[in-house]
C-alpha cells in the first residue's frame, strides 16, 4: 500500500508490482484496492511490471487500474 496526501485530501493505493504482470496481478491490485475504498475511502490500484501478458491487458481496460511499464535495465 502507499499513501498519497497534500494539504486537503489523501489517497491509498494497492499496488502490485510483478515482472510480468497477468491478469491474476491486476485482479488481485483491484479487489485489495475495494478494501481500501471501504477501509480509507478514496484509493485505487496499480499494477507495474516489465511486460504484460495478452490477459493483463484485457484486464486493464479497466480504467480503475493505472498500469506503470517499468524500464528494462
Do not use: C, I, N, W
Amino acid at each position: 500500500m502507499v499513501r498519497a496526501r497534500d494539504e486537503q485530501s489523501e489517497a491509498r493505493f494497492a499496488v502490485e508490482l510483478s515482472a510480468t504482470v497477468d491478469e491474476g496481478d491486476v485482479a488481485r491490485a483491484r479487489r485489495r484496492a475495494k478494501v481500501l475504498v471501504r477501509l480509507y475511502g478514496r484509493a485505487g490500484a496499480v499494477v507495474g511490471g516489465y511486460a504484460f501478458t495478452d490477459g493483463a491487458r484485457r484486464e486493464l481496460a479497466d480504467p480503475a487500474v493505472l498500469a506503470l511499464t517499468l524500464p528494462a535495465t
